[in-house]
C-alpha cells in the first residue's frame, strides 16, 4: 500500500500495490501493522456496504460526534465515486476546508480520520462503496452538515443530484 497525505492533515489516499500476472493482480488494503507505521488507527469495529443505483447519487455529509467519533477506511468495489471529506476540527489549521478525490472499482482508498465529515457523488449507475468504521454506529451521535454548505463550498460533478430528505436538511454550519 502506498500512503499519501491529503492537504487536510490527517486524511491519506491509500493507491493499492498491485502484484500482477496474466490472471488479475493480488492487493493488501489493509494492514495493521502499516497503519501504525504511518500514525493511523488501525482499529475497525464494523464494515458496511452502499449500494448506489443511480449516477448522481450523493451520500452526506455524515460523521459520529464525541464520544463515538470515527475513521472511515472508504473505498469503491463498483463503479466510481467523488468522494468529499471536510475537516470539522475546529482547532486544526484546515478546519471548514474540504477535500475531494475520485475513487474507482479497486484503484485506492480514502483514510477518513477522526473530526471530518464524509460524503460522495455516484459517477455510475450501480456504484457500491465499502467502508471500514473504527468505532461501531451510535444513533445518538449520528450528525450531519449540509452538502450545499456555503461554508465549504463544495464542487459536485452532477448537478442533478439523487439525495435522501434527511441529508437535504441538514442544518448550515454557521446558521443563525
Known amino acids: 500500500m502506498i500512503f499519501t497525505e491529503t492537504k487536510l492533515k490527517g486524511a491519506y489516499i491509500i493507491e493499492l500495490e498491485k502484484l500482477e500476472d496474466e490472471r ?16 493511523l488507527n488501525p482499529c475497525i469495529a464494523q464494515c458496511n456496504i452502499s449500494y448506489n443505483k443511480k449516477k448522481g447519487t450523493l451520500r452526506g455529509m455524515h460523521y459520529q460526534a464525541k464520544p463515538y ?17 471536510i475537516d470539522l476540527r475546529e482547532n486544526s489549521a484546515t478546519y471548514c476546508q474540504w477535500f475531494a478525490v475520485e475513487l474507482s472499482a479497486l484503484n485506492s482508498q480514502l483514510y477518513v480520520p ?5 460524503g460522495f457523488q ?5 456504484t457500491i462503496v465499502f ?3 473504527s ?5 445518538e451521535c449520528a450528525r450531519g452538515v449540509r452538502w450545499s454548505d456555503p461554508a465549504f463550498g463544495i464542487e459536485w460533478p452532477i ?5 435522501s430528505p434527511k441529508d437535504r436538511l441538514y442544518s448550515l454550519i454557521f446558521s443563525d
Not at 488479475?24 to 500514525?39: I, L, N, P, S, V
Not at 467519533?69 to 471529506?85: F, N, R, T, W
Not at 455516484?122 to 450501480?126: I, V
Request: charged letters at 25%.
Open 159 to 163: 448537478e442533478e443530484l439523487i439525495i
Open 114 to 118: 477522526e473530526g471530518f465529515a464524509h
Open 24 to 39: 488479475g493482480f493480488f492487493a493488501r488494503t489493509f494492514c495493521q501493522d502499516e497503519f501504525r507505521k504511518h500514525g
Open 69 to 85: 467519533e470515527e475513521v472511515k477506511l472508504v473505498s469503491c468495489i463498483q463503479g466510481a465515486i467523488y468522494d468529499v471529506i
Open 122 to 126: 455516484t459517477l455510475e449507475d450501480g
Open 131 to 133: 467502508y471500514q468504521m
Open 135 to 139: 468505532e461501531f454506529y451510535h444513533p
